[in-house]
């Protein structure tokens, strides 16, 4: 099905965003509320220490970034495959999480970046109203 794309206000996709560049992008609020949700579990999860999620932008692309204070994945190119668990995922969850974001960001013909803790999602920005 096509997309039914609506004005989404990126900070509206999570609680305590911080505000580099107050950005919106045209797409599918849920999906994208479920793919920034993912991240932030993933993140409080497998991760270490404070999660911050950050909202910016350039004026082309708009970005929602999830990072925490640990290493990062062992294994990046990986993580992004259908029922991959990692060595530290202690027996929950199915392994969909981040194959649900990246096909969620590819649907808005956007992508995840990973590097090292931070995750990226990036989508393309429009001026608000879109």
């Known amino acids: 099905p096509a997309l039914q794309a609506e004005p989404v206000r ?67 190119e990986r993580i992004f495959e259908r029922f991959h668990r990692g060595p530290q995922a202690r027996g929950e969850g199915s392994g969909l999480g981040l194959a649900i974001v990246k096909a969620i960001a590819e649907r808005h013909g956007g992508r995840v970046e990973v590097d090292g803790p931070r995750f990226t999602l990036v989508v393309k920005e429009c001026e608000a109203p879109c």
Not at 39 to 51: F, I, P, S, T
Request: net charge negative; proline share 4%.
């Open 10 to 76: 990126l900070a509206d996709l999570a609680d305590d965003v911080v505000i580099e560049r107050d950005v919106w992008t045209a797409g599918e609020r849920a999906a994208l509320e479920r793919a920034v949700d993912n991240l932030v579990r993933n993140a409080h999860k497998h991760g270490e220490g404070r999660v911050t999620v950050t909202v910016g932008g350039d004026g082309r692309e708009a970005f929602i970034r999830v990072e925490d204070e640990g290493p990062g994945p062992s294994d990046p």
